[in-house]
């Protein structure tokens, strides 16, 4: 099963409504065979804009994050779920990406530029290429037998 976050924007209303919403959707994800790993209150706050939802205008939301784990299949429904409850304005699911290892480079990432490996190797590839860079030279074959800007 992979991991998901569910977003939702709450209509404003006591704690009390506010945990029983929150309630209703963690029950239609255990419904549908998911784990509920972290609810994340973002607090009360303006919206962007006005929304409308079920007839009503908001401009105010209580912002919620609810990461869970459940099958693939099962997330049309309780998407659907959350669309049709009366206290949610908007709710959209996301599927969170896994971190992959990564090896800790801060020690090489600390010497300085001549002394990291990857700058060396772009000073070594521009020795190759034999270019000089920054440094424009004059062309002898323009058919002139002086420079003409030379005074």
């Keep these: 099963m992979l991991t998901y976050e569910l ?7 006591p704690k009390e409504e506010l945990a029983v919403v929150l309630k209703r959707a ?3 994800i255990f419904n549908q ?10 607090g009360a706050r303006k919206m962007p804009y006005k929304t409308s939802n079920h007839g009503v205008v908001h401009k105010q939301a209580h ?7 459940a099958p693939p299949s099962k ?3 309780i998407e659907s779920e959350c669309h049709r409850d009366v206290d949610i304005i908007r709710n959209r699911i996301f599927k969170v990406n896994e971190n992959a290892n990564f090896e800790c480079t ?3 990432e600390l010497k300085p530029p001549p002394y990291r490996p990857e700058v060396i190797k772009m000073i070594e590839d521009a020795r190759k290429k034999g270019k000089k860079v920054g440094k424009s030279t004059f062309k002898f074959n323009t058919g002139l037998d002086y420079y003409p800007f030379q005074r």
């Design 7 to 13: 977003s939702m924007l709450l209509r404003t209303m």
């Design 26 to 28: 963690s029950t239609s």
């Design 33 to 42: 065979g998911g784990i509920i790993r972290n609810i994340d209150n973002l």
């Design 63 to 69: 912002y919620f994050v609810i990461s869970f784990t």
């Design 75 to 77: 997330l049309v429904t």
């Design 106 to 108: 801060l020690e090489e």
